[in-house]
């Protein structure tokens, strides 16, 4: 696609939900990253993707949160039994370039998924 | 581990004048720098990188940054401010082979007619 798309853009849930947040990269990036964004901060790293491979989940917050991006193309961030500290605008990144290329900082980011926790 | 400090929390400027946003870093090694606008409801957008070369960046929207080694800074600037560019700004780091960024806080900027 022209860019990197997110879905849903807004998602309210009640505490203890679970909620899976899509990210559909632009086609033929091999790249993908998660990141989290708490009201007023910058962006936090949760986890990264090379094709269709998890290189590095340490920012993951806790063992609720499970990212997948089966294909190498499409990713889901799935958080189980939400929490009100879930609550944030959730970032997908895409970039053409693969970690090792050192240029990884031209990141390509979607409009975010604003999850609010009940 | 490198960090991000933007000193500046909100700034507000007047349609046509100048923009000076800060940015100073923490790292061992020669940092990689980028700068990123966030419209609000919209994702991050780059505006402009450094790798390594001459110091002084050009990116997108007539920004520029300058990265001083000595300060440990990569501020932005911008001549002359546009409504437009009402937006929150963020400076990030990373590093050759390390594919995370760490971003700072951000900036808002308010600009008024």
């Known amino acids: 696609g022209a860019g990197v798309s997110q879905s849903p853009r807004y998602k309210v849930a009640k505490r203890g939900q679970d909620v899976a947040l899509r990210c559909d990269p632009i086609s033929g990036h091999v790249s993908l990253f998660w990141y989290q964004q708490a009201l007023g901060q910058g962006p936090e790293f949760l986890t990264y993707f090379q094709n269709e491979a998890q290189l590095d989940k340490s920012g993951l917050p806790s063992d609720r949160f499970f990212a997948e991006r089966p294909e190498g193309s499409v990713s889901t961030l799935k958080i189980q039994r939400t929490q009100q500290e879930d609550s944030a605008v959730y970032l997908c990144?895409?970039?053409?370039?693969?970690?090792?290329?050192?240029?990884?900082?031209?990141?390509?980011f979607g409009e975010g998924s604003r999850l609010t926790v009940l | 581990a490198q960090s991000v400090t933007q000193p500046d929390i909100h700034i507000t400027v007047s349609e046509g004048a100048s923009l000076e946003l800060r940015c100073n870093y923490s790292?061992?090694?020669?940092?990689?720098l980028f700068w990123y606008v966030q419209s609000p409801g919209q994702g991050l957008q780059l505006l402009l990188k450094?790798?390594?070369?001459?110091?002084l960046v050009q990116g997108i929207k007539g920004f520029e940054a300058e990265f001083k080694r000595s300060q440990s800074s990569f501020n932005l600037r911008k001549p002359s401010v546009h409504w437009s560019d009402a937006a929150e700004y963020f400076c990030?780091?990373?590093?050759?082979?390390?594919?995370?960024?760490?971003f700072g806080a951000g900036t808002t900027v308010t600009v008024r007619a």
């Open positions: 450094y790798f390594s070369g001459d110091t």
């Open positions: 990030a780091v990373g590093a050759r082979g390390d594919y995370k960024l760490s």
């Open positions: 790292y061992g090694a020669t940092p990689y």
């Open positions: 990144a895409s970039s053409l370039a693969v970690a090792t290329s050192g240029r990884t900082g031209e990141l390509f």
